[in-house]
Structure formats: C-alpha cells, structure tokens
C-alpha cells in the first residue's frame, strides 16, 4: 500500500471509530444528503514530502491537513454543529497517533474554522494537521 493511501486511512478509520458517528459523505463516494441531518464530510489535503535527512538514508516526512467539514440544516441552530465540532477536534487532540499498515500518523494539531454558509448548509470545519516519516523509497 502506498505511504498516501496508508495516512488518508489511518485518519479515516480514526473519525470512523468514533463513538455516536453521524452520516459521512467519505471522499469519492456517492451520498445524497438527507434534509435536516447533519453529517460529516472528509477529505485529506496532503502538502509537500520531503527528505528528512541528506542522501538516501532516513525518512520521508509527509505533511498535510485532514479537514473534516461538519454540515448541518440552515435553520436549525448551531449547537448541534459545534458539539459535533468539538468531538471530531478532541478525538484527533495532538500527540494522537493512529497506524495503518506499516505508516504512522501523528496528529499535530487540530482546530475548528469560522462557520459559513453553503447550499442550504451551515459548515464548520476542523482542520488537522497531521505528520507522518516513513522510509525512504
């Protein structure tokens, strides 16, 4: 498996075990949103890979920013959006670090954005950063 693919599902598998999980529209998946459910929908943004050390020894590390946008009902309140919120940022709290395969991902930080509006929606989202070093290919 792929460094890439290893880091998006070590980050997905995370938000997927998290207790009381709403509806997620997962990355290249169909999901026809349901009126006033609120839902989640991830995606990674991976940044540069660079060496972390000179030659063809040590590691690459691997930067990027896994958002996890929180929609919910315009209409309906925003209680319900920042609870949502405020869970997915505790449970990728910094230091938090997840495996798959034969890739560790830790989470650097993790913070939620300004809310705004969107197709009849009202987002917030949590962005996390995240670093992974993973041998040299």
Request: net charge neutral; proline share 7%.
């Amino acid at each position: 498996m792929s460094e890439f693919l290893e880091i998006s599902s070590a980050l997905d598998a995370h938000l997927n075990g998290m207790a009381s999980l709403p509806p997620v529209a997962w990355e290249n998946k169909d999901y026809p949103p349901v009126n006033d459910t609120l839902y989640l929908r991830p995606f990674i943004m991976p940044g540069d890979t660079v060496g972390s050390a000179i030659g063809a020894a040590g590691n690459d590390e691997h930067v990027g920013i896994y958002q996890i946008d929180v929609l919910a009902a315009i209409g309906e309140g925003k209680k319900a959006a920042i609870v949502m919120a405020d869970l997915i940022a505790d449970r990728f709290k910094p230091v938090t670090q997840l495996t798959s395969g034969t890739t560790t991902v830790k989470c650097v930080t993790a913070s939620r954005a300004p809310a705004y509006r969107d197709k009849g929606r009202y987002v917030i989202p949590v962005t996390v950063r995240y670093l992974s070093l993973t041998a040299k290919r």
